[in-house]
């Protein structure tokens, strides 16, 4: 089990890891990733109000997703931690990888 996180930095200036692979879209977060199996890749829009869990505890948002492939039988298991404004605090993902959305583009263009 591989663990990755990625801690909000409070400088604004400096965009932290996480900003580059957890894309605030005016609707929806939106996060591409990677199958560590097959490298099958995934876009994964995860709509405010529907795919986001209210979290009362930390006054933000959980979000806690599972994506099956077409091409193995892999489980990705993506866990995260938004604050109100959608910030990521922190995540775990397992069985998959995060990748950047020009990583992406250039992985379904093949
Ligand atoms: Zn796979």
């Known amino acids: 089990m591989f663990i990755f996180k990625f801690f ?5 200036k400096t965009k932290s890891e996480s900003n580059k692979v957890f894309y605030n879209e005016k ?3 939106v ?3 990677k199958c560590s ?9 995860l709509r405010k109000g529907y795919d986001l869990i209210n979290d009362y505890d930390n006054n933000g948002f ?7 492939g077409a091409k193995c039988p892999n489980r990705i ?3 995260a931690i938004l604050d109100r404004n959608y910030n990521l605090i922190e995540y775990t993902l397992e069985n998959g990888e995060l990748i950047s959305k020009e990583e992406w583009e250039k992985g379904v263009e093949k």
Not at 8 to 12: A, H, R, T
């Open 62 to 68: 959980l979000i806690i997703k599972e994506y099956i």
């Open 77 to 79: 298991h993506l866990h």
């Open 37 to 45: 199996k097959c490298g099958e890749l995934f876009r994964s829009y």
């Open 27 to 29: 609707d929806a977060i």
């Open 8 to 12: 909000k930095k409070k400088e604004p």
């Open 31 to 33: 996060i591409y990733l």
